[in-house]
């Protein structure tokens, strides 16, 4: 693999104005090393003004938190993945946990969701992880691996990311350790495989309290990507520092 992400979610955090001052702050130290390829995912509020500001730096693209799985209609709330596509978003996070948990969304929901994002050419991010009682059970491969097949159950195969996300390991300050890493990028990419994927048409990401002291150990996980980063990327220098290390 030719390319290593940085994928920054930001949640329900960081307003236009904030993020004016994000990427003043950013792109002062960016300019120094332009090659590293960035993914900034903002509220639906701030995209608009982030891409209309910030897309054409070479190596920084912008993606979504979330995307309805309808195409159109009366849908109170909910942001197509026609609209997305409207504003020149590249990509698109689906089945993060906190959705997973807060919001019951499914994999078959999760399913739709792929579905529609590819017929508008974004790439979605698909995130997978194990509870910690799942953990606890050992049944974290059992539980990775269903994810996968059912959400990507008669997927067009394009280009997708996958990224590792423990539940357990989201903004607790726990990673998981670089073998659990390494051993699950091995399953994914076995499981992606199965399910018909060539190797040259995924990417695999961690995610879940990536931060400066531990990334350089996570770097030397087997298969590795990138990270999707959401507390750390919050404040310019230190996601910089992350991107830079
Ligand atoms: P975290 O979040 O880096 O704050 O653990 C990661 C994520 O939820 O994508």
């Known amino acids: 693999m030719d390319r290593f992400f940085y ?25 120094s090393s332009p090659n590293k390829e960035v993914v900034f995912c903002p509220s639906f509020t701030t995209l608009p003004s982030a891409i209309k500001s910030y897309s054409d730096i070479d190596k920084i693209s912008f993606g979504a ?3 309805s799985n309808i195409d159109s209609g009366a849908y109170t709330g909910e942001i197509s993945a026609n609209m997305l596509s409207d504003l020149q978003v ?30 508008n050419n974004i790439v979605p991010i698909l995130c997978v992880g194990e509870s910690l009682g799942e953990r606890d059970l050992n ?24 990224a590792y996300e423990p539940v357990w390991a989201i ?17 994914i990419r076995n499981c992606m495989n199965k399910l018909g994927y060539i190797n040259d048409q995924f990417y695999i990401l961690y995610g879940g309290s990536v931060g400066i002291d531990n990334l350089l150990s996570i770097k030397e996980a087997s298969l590795l990507d990138g990270f999707l980063i959401g507390g750390a990327s919050l404040q310019a220098s230190t996601f910089w520092k992350i991107i830079d290390k």
């Open 139 to 162: 049944q974290s491969d059992k539980v990775i691996s269903s994810q996968l097949s059912e959400c990507l159950c008669d997927i067009e195969k394009t280009n997708i990311i996958v």
């Open 7 to 31: 994928i920054a979610n930001w949640k329900m955090n960081v307003t236009i104005k904030e993020s004016e001052d994000f990427f003043k702050d950013f792109l002062s130290l960016y300019i």
């Open 171 to 187: 903004g607790s300050g726990k990673s998981a350790s670089v073998e659990d890493i390494s051993n699950m990028n091995n399953l």
């Open 65 to 67: 938190q979330n995307v």
């Open 90 to 119: 590249q990509y698109c996070i689906v089945g993060h946990s906190e959705r997973r948990q807060n919001y019951n969304e499914s994999n078959k929901l999760i399913n739709q969701k792929l579905k529609i994002l590819i017929n």
